[in-house]
């Protein structure tokens, strides 16, 4: 009785440990097998991303940007092919990615398939897993970059952009005249992208004008007097990263505009035209919110703002200091040379604006204008010059 009740506990057990066998088996399936299918699917994804792009640089040729996709994928004898996953199925095709009517194709689309061995699933019956990877390449106006399957958008077709000023409105800003725009000489680039610098030229018979240092109101119970940081001209020409710009309020005793209301200091206005190419709705006229410059080059100087409320009416005035010596258009160390043939009165300077510093939304469009100042900021609309050009960023 004790023999054979052992015998047959030792039978349950084989029992046992083939059902848990089986169990561990499949828990390497799932672990050995669906591991190695993710890292397949990774590498897949990644010659994929890089056959589309690669092909999207051949468009609008067709045929060349079905051989440039090919030769980029993760196929044999493509430059993307890894010795652990043979027999990789590439598929290259080209379309529009566009809303519209499609007359060009402007994207590449590549798909590429695996299929694995399994190790350890064939327990479980499964022999083969099928890993695939698909990716759009958009050729855009900002060049080749990468778009969701389902886009319907391949960058922004844009052209130069407009000001579109003066006008008569029920907005007194959109009919204000800029009396020196000249002074404004030159810009680029027209079309900017999300590595490109946003440069501003001016050249005029006064320095320009880089912020208001001072405030000074004057009422019947006594006088203040408040300063604010202006970045010195430390040397002719000069340099300055971030430059401190002095007052940046926009209205008020404190506020650092001329008579009309624009900043003293170069200012750069920001509107989002991604769903609306006309909208004007950051600029100055429509009261945008101004962004002094990443860095000013050449020459310049400060003003002091009197607001003087002893008499009646109270005045408003601005005094710019004395113009340093002249440096024409040598603007020194880090900038830009202007571009050939420009008038110079004397006094050179170029503001700029990093792209990548502005936060800007990836797949967006947007509308940038910009402004600067002479040293008189007396006159009826103030002698400033404004223009706009426009950047757009890849998805």
């Known amino acids: 009785m004790t023999r054979r009740s052992l015998r047959d506990e030792s039978g349950q057990a084989m029992v046992l440990v083939a059902v848990a066998l089986v169990a561990l088996l499949g828990a390497a399936a799932l672990t050995v097998d669906v591991g190695y299918a993710y890292f397949t699917q990774r590498s897949l994804q990644a010659s994929a991303d890089a056959s589309a792009l690669a092909g999207a640089q051949g468009l609008p040729n067709t045929a060349a940007a079905t051989s440039l996709a090919n030769q980029y994928s993760g196929s044999a004898g493509g430059k993307n092919v890894r010795a652990n996953l043979p027999g990789v199925v590439t598929t290259v095709s080209t379309k529009c990615v566009t809303a519209g009517v499609c007359t060009t194709p402007n994207a590449v689309s590549v798909k590429e398939t695996a299929?694995?061995?399994?190790?350890?699933?064939?327990?479980?019956?499964?022999?083969?897993?099928?890993?695939?990877?698909?990716?759009?390449?958009?050729?855009?106006?900002?060049?080749?970059y990468l778009v969701d399957d389902a886009s319907t958008s391949c960058g922004f077709v844009v052209g130069p952009c407009t000001l579109?000023?003066?006008?008569?409105?029920?907005?007194?800003?959109t009919s204000t005249i800029f009396n020196e725009s000249l002074v404004l000489r030159a810009f680029a680039p027209q079309i900017a992208g999300p590595n490109d610098t946003i440069k501003v030229w001016f050249n005029d018979e006064h320095a320009l004008t880089l912020g208001v240092r001072q405030v000074?109101?004057?009422?019947?119970?006594?006088?203040?007097?408040?300063?604010?940081?202006?970045?010195?001209?430390?040397?002719?020409?000069?340099?300055?990263?971030n430059p401190a710009v002095g007052t940046t309020?926009?209205?008020?005793?404190?506020?650092?505009?001329?008579?009309?209301?624009?900043?003293?200091?170069?200012a750069l206005f920001m509107t989002d035209i991604t769903n609306d190419q006309t909208s004007t709705a950051g600029d100055w006229q429509n009261y945008g919110t101004p962004l002094p410059p990443n860095a000013v080059f050449g020459t310049w100087k400060s003003a002091v703002r009197t607001v003087d409320y002893t008499v009646s009416p109270s005045t408003v005035k601005s005094t710019p200091d004395a113009d340093p010596a002249r440096n024409n258009w040598n603007l020194g160390a880090g900038s830009d040379a202007p571009p050939a043939g420009l008038t110079n009165e004397g006094f050179g300077a170029e503001a700029t604006w990093t792209v990548a510093g502005l936060g800007l939304t990836p797949g967006h469009?947007?509308?940038?204008?910009?402004?600067?100042?002479?040293?008189?900021?007396?006159?009826?609309?103030?002698?400033?010059?404004?223009?706009?050009m426009t950047v757009v960023l890849p998805h």
């Open 115 to 144: 299929h694995l061995n399994t190790f350890f699933g064939r327990v479980l019956g499964i022999n083969v897993f099928d890993v695939s990877a698909h990716a759009t390449a958009c050729s855009g106006q900002s060049g080749t």
């Open 249 to 266: 309020a926009q209205s008020g005793d404190f506020a650092g505009v001329d008579p009309s209301g624009r900043p003293v200091y170069p």
């Open 164 to 173: 579109g000023y003066p006008y008569v409105s029920s907005n007194p800003r």
């Open 216 to 241: 000074v109101v004057k009422k019947k119970t006594g006088t203040t007097t408040t300063n604010f940081a202006v970045s010195p001209l430390a040397s002719i020409p000069g340099m300055a990263l």
């Open 365 to 388: 469009a947007y509308r940038m204008q910009f402004m600067v100042h002479d040293g008189d900021q007396n006159r009826v609309g103030g002698d400033a010059g404004q223009a706009c």
